[in-house]
């Protein structure tokens, strides 16, 4: 398969045609798969704020002075309201946030952003990224859409691409009952496809200045597997979710 990124994006704007946008600058065919940065879908979709708009509650203020007394450093507990409002399970409060979206996803702070927001404090993920895949999907050429985030890894420094939503396709391609080269059948092998995907096409996106938000990836071939939509473990089966739910941080 080939990725190429879709040159000479402007600026994203509240309210911009996003699709029209990306039509505009690619010729795409119609089973290539168009990986989208969620910056670039939350900023057209609004969700641009300020710290202003979150005044902290007492849960936050005693968040942000707990992180403070880690850190050594002042944090400010409207940032912390932020995270609270855009979660729906705390996973740790101390060193850092690490939550779990309205949609599922696990990641520090809520997945919000403090970087390339020109005009505001906070740029916070699409509410239902997978439904702005299928918007956007409706709007394009291309059969598939992937709305991609970068966050870390447990066990492994640096972060990586990510789906956070995804349309026209399923999220993982199942090999289970299949055989490897020596005739074994594979019994537990499911291969998240959006977040491989997504990783690849992170490694044109970039984390900085680049300006290229959106990749995409070419004759991608899905194969004669079966497939599911289940990309995020329940919570009663993640069995380090429990763990860290069970853990506390200790410093002195």
């Not at 598939?144 to 396709?169: E, K, S, Y």
């Not at 998240?192 to 996106?205: H, I, R």
């Not at 990749?215 to 599911?228: M, N």
């Amino acid at each position: 398969m080939e990725l190429f990124a879709v040159p000479d994006v402007p600026e994203v704007r509240p309210g911009d045609d996003l699709a029209a946008t990306i039509r505009d600058r690619v010729d795409l065919h119609e089973d290539d798969v168009v990986c989208v940065a969620s910056t670039v879908v939350s900023k057209a979709e609004g969700r641009l704020f300020d710290l202003a708009d979150f005044p902290a509650g007492p849960r936050a203020r005693e968040i942000a002075a707990n992180l403070e007394a880690v850190a050594g450093e002042e944090k400010d507990p409207r940032f912390a309201q932020a995270v609270l409002e855009e979660s729906v399970d705390l996973l740790m409060e101390s060193p850092f946030l690490l939550t779990e979206t309205r949609f599922g996803h696990v990641g520090v702070n809520a997945g919000i952003d403090r970087s390339n927001v020109p005009d505001h404090d906070l740029l916070l993920l699409p509410k239902r990224p997978s439904e702005s895949a299928e918007r956007l999907r409706a709007d394009l050429p291309a059969d598939r859409v992937i709305v991609t985030d970068t966050c870390g890894r447990p066990f492994r420094h640096g972060q990586r691409g990510v789906a956070l939503g995804w349309a026209g396709m399923q999220a993982s391609r199942d090999w289970r009952g299949e055989s490897d080269r020596d005739g074994r059948e594979l019994g537990v092998t499911v291969e998240s496809v959006v977040d491989e995907l997504a990783a690849a096409a992170n490694l044109l996106v970039g984390e900085g200045d680049g300006g290229t938000p959106v990749v995409v990836v070419r004759d991608f071939e899905w194969g004669d597997h079966g497939g599911s939509d289940n990309l995020y473990r329940d919570v009663e089966g993640d069995f380090v979710r429990q763990a860290v739910r069970a853990w506390g941080y200790e410093h002195e």
